[in-house]
């Protein structure tokens, strides 16, 4: 299951990195879209959603491979990523996306770290009877 909380960690944060690319680009291209894609809100669900994986995720993960650095990798992420929220409307829009999305891509970066590591600590183990040989 940890594994699950990882991928649907990079979705997110994936998703988030696309929104803040979005809220810069597309209301250039079509002005429209901007009320949707700008909302404060959106930037808020993200971060909600992020918060929420992210513990789920590398909590067992660190339990497993015992690796404070890709802890850290995670930590630093989601702290850019909540900068980007608070941040959101006292600075220019490039500053708090930017922060987001520098964020985000270090938090999927310590997804995809944890889940690499996890499987190396911790192999798929077999059950097998005691009759039965190993593959």
């Known amino acids: 299951m940890k594994k699950q909380w990882d991928k649907w960690g990079i979705v997110l944060s994936t998703a988030c990195i696309i929104h803040c690319f979005a809220v810069v680009i597309l209301p ?5 879209v901007e009320m949707f894609v700008h909302s404060p809100w959106v930037h ?6 992020v918060i929420t994986t992210t513990p789920l995720a590398f ?9 404070k650095h890709v ?3 995670a930590v630093v992420g989601l702290v850019m990523i909540l900068s980007g929220v608070f941040i959101d ?3 220019s829009e ?3 996306h930017a922060t987001s999305i520098v964020g ?16 190396k600590f911790h192999p798929v183990r077999h059950k097998h009877s ?5 593959c």
């Open 44 to 49: 808020r669900i993200f971060a909600a959603l």
């Open 28 to 32: 250039l291209m079509l002005p429209a």
């Open 130 to 134: 005691h009759a039965e040989k190993c």
């Open 59 to 67: 909590i067992p993960g660190y339990r497993s491979h015992g690796l």
């Open 94 to 96: 490039w500053l708090s």
């Open 71 to 73: 802890l850290a990798l």
């Open 104 to 119: 985000s891509l270090l938090l999927v970066s310590a997804h995809v770290f944890n889940i690499r590591y996890s499987r």
């Open 89 to 91: 409307g006292h600075v």
